[in-house]
């Protein structure tokens, strides 16, 4: 079974730059997830999408993230403008179903200079 | 109310010792307490995870000890290998969603 797959793996841009980061869960995961990991501590939950719906984006800064699962598959996490405190590494996870284990991709590692 | 506290920060433990790392938490609506396991540029992994409802689990050479009176829980590794080496997180589940604790780097020296 193929694991969760992210691309790209590392990204570097400006402040005030955009950046998408791309997320393909687990085949036959409803429910994916994404968190950031700040250097130093545990990953931080961003949002939750089940199938295509969003479950919680409560710690999802509105103003300038964003994030989308069309067709309820892949998804896709943008940030514009990036500022300096967005560099982390940026994690999506997926689970078959929400109480179920959460698999985790390699992430995204940004840096905002 | 929804934090995980994780100690130590790091811990360097000799081969064949047992590492132990603790965690805390408030909420007591918490449900399920998994350890994730992380070597450098790769994701979390689930190592092992425990309910409220029991007060140990074993799995290989991994334990996990839950003290629900207490509001703690720990990790153990008995006989620690050199491949043991990687970050080590605890988390606990409310409202469907886990919360992190910190993160304890362990390194096994030969």
């Known amino acids: 079974e193929a694991g969760v797959a992210q691309s790209p793996r590392y990204k570097i841009i400006e402040k005030r730059q955009s950046v998408a980061f791309w997320c393909n869960p687990i085949?036959?995961?409803?429910?994916l997830y994404w968190y950031q990991q700040i250097l130093g501590q545990g990953p931080k939950l961003l949002i939750q999408?089940?199938?295509?719906?969003?479950?919680?984006d409560s710690q999802l800064p509105k103003d300038r993230f964003s994030a989308e699962r069309l067709k309820g598959v892949d998804s896709t996490l943008k940030i514009q403008p990036a500022k300096l405190e967005d560099s982390a590494v940026y994690l999506c996870?997926?689970?078959?179903?929400?109480?179920?284990?959460?698999?985790f991709g390699p992430g995204t590692r940004l840096l905002v200079l | 109310q929804q934090q995980v506290k994780q100690s130590p920060q790091s811990l360097i433990v000799q081969k064949g010792g047992i590492p132990i790392i603790n965690c805390a938490y408030e909420?007591?609506?918490?449900?399920?307490f998994p350890w994730y396991q992380q070597f450098p540029g790769k994701g979390p992994a689930l190592l092992i995870a425990?309910?409220?409802?029991?007060s140990e689990k074993k799995e290989g050479r991994f334990t996990i000890s839950f003290n629900k009176s207490a509001k703690q829980f720990s990790l153990h590794i008995m006989d620690s290998q050199p491949g043991d080496s990687a970050t080590y997180f605890c988390?606990?589940?409310?409202?469907?969603?886990?919360?992190f604790g910190t993160g304890t780097r362990l390194t096994i020296i030969p």
């Open positions: 999408f089940q199938n295509n719906g969003v479950v919680d």
């Open positions: 425990i309910r409220p409802d029991v």
């Open positions: 988390a606990a589940r409310g409202n469907e969603k886990l919360t």
């Open positions: 909420n007591t609506a918490f449900d399920y």
């Open positions: 996870a997926s689970s078959r179903l929400v109480q179920e284990t959460q698999y």
């Open positions: 085949s036959g995961h409803a429910t």
